[in-house]
T-cell receptor
Framework: DADVTQTPRNRITKTGKRIMLECSQT?????MYWYRQDPGLGLRLIYY???????NKGEISDGYSVSRQAQAKFSLSLESAIPNQTALYFC????????????FGPGTRLTVL | DQQVKQNSPSLSVQEGRISILNCDYT??????FLWYKKYPAEGPTFLIS?????DKNEDGRFTVFLNKSAKHLSLHIVPSQPGDSAVYFC????????????FGTGTRLKVLA
């Protein structure tokens, strides 16, 4: 089984709808991250969390919110989706040890019409 | 302003030859650098890292070189194999301990058989 899972893997929705993307991990890591990937822009950090009670904004948090329900679960919500939120979304985890490399989920492809 | 840049969006190399992927950064406070590899429909996977106290780190066919004065790092793959065909991202982080990595835009490597 995959260490970092994301659901759904693909989602098509309409402008104005509320969407939740979910991430679960079995690696036992405290740190979790949400990124979006857009063509030509690489990976950009939306939110990150170092433990259940710690939530921090990344570089592009506007229009998004997150919830850290447990050490293993970190959800990303789009309260009112808009077309420019169409992107590939990745969840990642890290133990924060050494170089703190991150382990990524398989991604969720979100299309907002 | 992009703090981590990968100026070559794509690179093609013959199997068996060397692949060199480049990455430039602007923030002299970055002290950890990572390379990730990403296949289609999968999340990025960690490949190799280097800290600012070193100028070279090697792991099998993969070597990363860091030139701090030039704010430049490069990933060398020798010999290149068709299975190395993927998108490669470099990422950089500072000393705050947050392990908030800033990613480059990626370089698509194609290894020709």
């Amino acid at each position: 089984d995959a260490d970092v899972t994301q659901t759904p893997r693909n989602r098509i929705t309409k402008t104005g709808k509320r969407i939740m993307l979910e991430c679960s991990q079995t690696k036992g890591h405290d740190r979790m991250y949400w990124y979006r990937q857009d063509p030509g822009l690489g990976l950009r950090l939306i939110y990150y969390s170092f433990d259940v009670k710690d939530i921090n904004k990344g570089e592009i948090s506007d229009g998004y919110s997150v919830s850290r329900q447990a050490q293993a679960k970190f959800s990303l919500s789009l309260e009112s989706a808009i077309p420019n939120q169409t992107a590939l979304y990745f969840c990642a985890t890290s133990d924060g040890i050494g170089v703190g490399e991150q382990f990524f989920g398989p991604g969720t492809r979100l299309t907002v019409l | 302003d992009q703090q981590v840049k990968q100026n070559s969006p794509s690179l093609s190399v013959q199997e068996g030859r060397i692949s060199i992927l480049n990455c430039d950064y602007t923030n002299s406070m970055f002290d950890y650098f990572l390379w990730y590899k990403k296949y289609p429909a999968e999340g990025p996977t960690f490949l190799i890292s280097i800290s600012s106290i070193k100028d070279k780190n090697e792991d099998g066919r993969f070597t990363v070189f860091l030139n701090k004065s030039a704010k430049h790092l490069s990933l060398h793959i020798v010999p290149s194999q068709p299975g190395d065909s993927a998108v490669y991202f470099c990422a950089a982080s500072g000393t705050s301990g947050t392990y908030k990595y800033i990613f480059g835009t990626g370089t698509r490597l194609k290894v020709l058989a």
